[in-house]
């Protein structure tokens, strides 16, 4: 039987292969777990035809005259590290994001869990601004402000260096609080860092938050800048006159 199953294995088809499992689950399951891995089937090939239609949509939009700068290399305007979570997104930050923004995704927009990478922005494409953004409601704060030591080695080794005074992840004030100290200690993280190039004035380092709940009343889906340079005094960022005058 084995020698069978394994030629059956090696002659799988990619898409076979992908569902597999789920063939096999419904040999020895009920008729609720076979239409479950039914459903499954169907909703991945739903979610690959969306991503592939909505591709061809892009293609379709944009000729070659669109690609012409970003074939010679980029030269992107800021490094910017965000999480990873589906619901922070490019378009959110920039209309048209391609060749503008180095981006930097992982689980609570760290620094230190991606630090090649945003070094790479600084150092190698010479990116005048380095922005970290954390956002409302971030799963990754809210396991750090709990006890996540059951979860699986290489997502706790993430966590670990989140370090955030809330301790009540169903407090969504004390979230938000945690929210900003964890782009502090990210940007605290990056001025130690980059030092030399921020005194030369070659490179600010400024954090914000992503406030798609609006919990600062401010409208869903704001940038709110947090931190520019260490400083955190919302007078002084506005002094600063970085900033532009939105409405």
Not at 24 to 34: E, I, P, Q, Y
Not at 142 to 165: C, F, H, N, Q, W
Request: hydrophobic share 40%; charged share 20%; with cysteine.
């Amino acid at each position: 039987m084995y020698k069978v199953a394994k030629a059956s294995f090696a002659a799988l088809s990619l898409p076979a292969f992908l569902f597999a499992g789920q063939a096999m689950a419904a040999n020895t399951h009920d008729a609720h777990s076979a239409a479950a891995a039914g459903n499954e089937k169907e909703q991945i090939r739903a979610i690959v035809k969306n991503i592939v239609v909505d591709n061809q949509s892009f293609v379709n939009a944009n000729k070659a005259s669109h690609f012409a700068e970003h074939i010679k290399g980029q030269k992107p305007r800021a490094t910017v590290v965000t999480c990873s979570d589906s619901r922070v997104h490019t378009h959110a930050l920039d209309k048209d994001p391609e060749g503008d923004l180095f981006m930097v995704r992982d689980i609570g927009n760290q620094i230190t869990t991606a630090e090649g990478s945003v070094e790479y922005g600084v150092r190698h494409l010479h990116t005048p601004l380095l922005l970290v953004i954390g956002h409302s409601a971030c799963g990754a704060v809210k396991a750090a402000m709990g006890d996540y030591s059951s979860i699986e080695a290489p997502i706790k080794r993430e966590l670990d260096t989140i370090k955030v005074p809330g301790k009540n992840a169903g407090d969504n004030k004390e979230v938000m609080t945690s929210v900003e100290a964890n782009v502090n200690n990210q940007i605290a993280f990056a001025l130690q860092k980059f030092a030399a190039e921020v005194k030369e004035g070659k490179l600010a380092v400024m954090g914000g938050v992503y406030d798609f709940r609006n919990d600062y009343n401010l409208g869903h889906g704001k940038l709110v800048i947090t931190n520019v340079n260490g400083d955190t005094d919302p007078t002084k960022i506005k002094a600063a006159g970085i900033l532009p005058t939105t409405k």
